[in-house]
């Protein structure tokens, strides 16, 4: 799995809507190697790295955020990401 691709489009749809998997819509922005979730047009307080989007990878595929709750900052917005069509379609599952 190349992971700079896959955080490639991460970064390609910054500011796009990706739902939870209780499908609460949210963006994000990207700001150097984080990922900063906006929910209702306001930022979430938290800063998600780079490298704990590696991590999840690492572990891909799982069923759900609870897998990864306590290994990560954001685990419900990390598995909206890499669980959305526009980012899995490089995951080898």
Same mark, same amino acid.
């Given at each position: 799995?190349? =992971?700079?691709?896959?955080?490639?489009?991460?970064?390609?749809?910054?500011?796009?809507?990706?739902?939870?998997?209780?499908?609460?819509?949210?963006?994000?922005?990207?700001?150097? *190697?984080?990922?900063?979730?906006?929910?209702?047009?306001?930022?979430?307080?938290?800063?998600?790295?780079?490298?704990?989007?590696?991590?999840?990878?690492?572990?891909?595929? =799982?069923?759900?955020?609870?897998?990864?709750?306590?290994?990560?900052?954001?685990?419900?917005?990390?598995?909206?990401?890499?669980?959305? *069509?526009?980012?899995?379609?490089?995951?080898?599952?």
């Amino acid at each position: 799995m190349d =992971i700079e691709k896959i955080w490639g489009k991460i970064k390609k749809y910054e500011g796009e809507i990706f739902f939870t998997i209780k499908s609460f819509p949210f963006s994000y922005r990207i700001e150097n *190697n984080y990922i900063i979730p906006i929910r209702n047009e306001s930022e979430i307080n938290r800063r998600i790295p780079k490298t704990d989007i590696i991590k999840t990878l690492m572990i891909w595929p =799982i069923s759900g955020p609870a897998e990864i709750t306590n290994e990560i900052q954001g685990s419900s917005y990390v598995y909206g990401l890499l669980s959305d *069509n526009r980012i899995s379609c490089d995951l080898i599952t």
